[in-house]
């Protein structure tokens, strides 16, 4: 059993950068980040591979946020650049059993409590 807990979230005006952390109990192999806006489904942001070498991120934060990882601190990051008002959700990291997980929730065995990311306009 993994646990994930996530830190970094707040509010930032439009424009603005926030780094996002999500600390495991333990190894992890594939990893991701994904949020969830009031009344909305739970949607793909960006996936990670066990090594770092892999990356994949959704349409809409392509070039803006960029997801990494410190193994040595069983520890995820998303840095958000360039946030905009649509960015504001509830921001979940989350812990595959694969080595590339994909975009899928269903692929996802682990999840933090997840932080709240608000940009205003």
């Known amino acids: 059993q993994v646990q994930l807990a996530e830190s970094g979230g707040g509010l930032v005006q439009a424009g603005g950068s926030l780094r996002l952390s999500c600390a495991a109990s333990g190894r992890t192999f594939g990893a991701g980040w994904f949020r969830q806006a009031p009344g909305k489904e739970r949607q793909f942001v960006a996936t990670?591979?066990?090594?770092?070498?892999?990356?994949a991120y959704a349409d809409s934060v392509k070039g803006r946020f960029t997801i990494s990882r410190d193994n040595a601190k069983n520890t995820l990051y998303l840095q958000m650049n360039s946030l905009k008002p649509e960015d504001t959700a509830v921001y979940y990291c989350?812990?595959?059993?694969?080595?590339?997980?994909?975009?899928?929730?269903?692929?996802?065995?682990?999840w933090g409590q997840g932080t709240q990311v608000t940009v205003s306009s």
């Open positions: 990670i591979s066990v090594s770092g070498g892999d990356t």
């Open positions: 989350a812990a595959a059993r694969t080595v590339v997980p994909g975009p899928s929730l269903h692929e996802y065995d682990y």
